[in-house]
């Protein structure tokens, strides 16, 4: 039988009294690709936190590997809807690589510092391949375009081996052309890890 990753049962929640999800249901099995589509302003993003557990539903359930969502955080690879380096100088002196590395340094790592091994190096190369980035891992992260953005955080996500991948928003802020590319790399990575996007 196939585990159930996800699964939120009558799940409601509200912003001071406003309703943003009402009994929302639904079960995310191993393997799936679950697409949440809505208005902006639609409860997506407010989802994916009750997901994260990073919201608490007011009303209903929702479980992440048969736990409490913030219990399972260390099974999860999270995408922010937002580019980090949108907001950073364009000469900041982070590289492709460094900001894959930091994808190690999630809940349960264990790590108190920025000391990388080999092994924690073919790691990060390891998922800038996957998102097909490898030959950018020196260049200047804030250098890139929205889309190369995407993917090196996707990479980031990847790099602690997650089996459950949350996507808030993907392509956001990407042009027609770099969308393509995005969905062809992510229609590759969702045949190995449960996605949500």
Same mark, same amino acid.
């Given at each position: ?19 943003? $999800? ?105 998922? $800038? ?69």
């Amino acid at each position: 039988m196939t585990e159930s990753v996800v699964s939120v049962s009558g799940a409601s929640f509200a912003y001071d009294g406003q309703p943003v $999800l009402t009994d929302v249901n639904l079960t995310v099995s191993q393997g799936d690709f679950l697409a949440v589509l809505g208005p902006n302003g639609g409860g997506n993003t407010t989802l994916l936190r009750l997901i994260m557990g990073l919201l608490q539903p007011s009303a209903g359930q929702v479980s992440v590997f048969g736990r409490e969502p913030a219990k399972a955080r260390g099974r999860i690879g999270y995408v922010p809807q937002q580019v980090a380096g949108g907001m950073l100088r364009r000469d900041f002196p982070v590289t492709v690589r460094e900001v894959v590395l930091m994808g190690l340094l999630g809940p349960g790592s264990g790590r108190r510092g920025f000391l990388w091994s080999a092994a924690d190096k073919r790691r990060a190369e390891e998922a $800038l391949a996957r998102v097909e980035m490898g030959r950018f891992a020196t260049r200047r992260f804030p250098a890139l375009s929205g889309g190369q953005l995407k993917r090196v955080l996707i990479a980031r996500a990847l790099a602690s081996g997650p089996e459950l991948l949350i996507l808030d928003e993907p392509t956001a802020n990407i042009d027609p052309q770099g969308k393509f590319c995005f969905h062809e790399v992510l229609s590759r990575l969702t045949r190995d890890v449960t996605t949500i996007a």
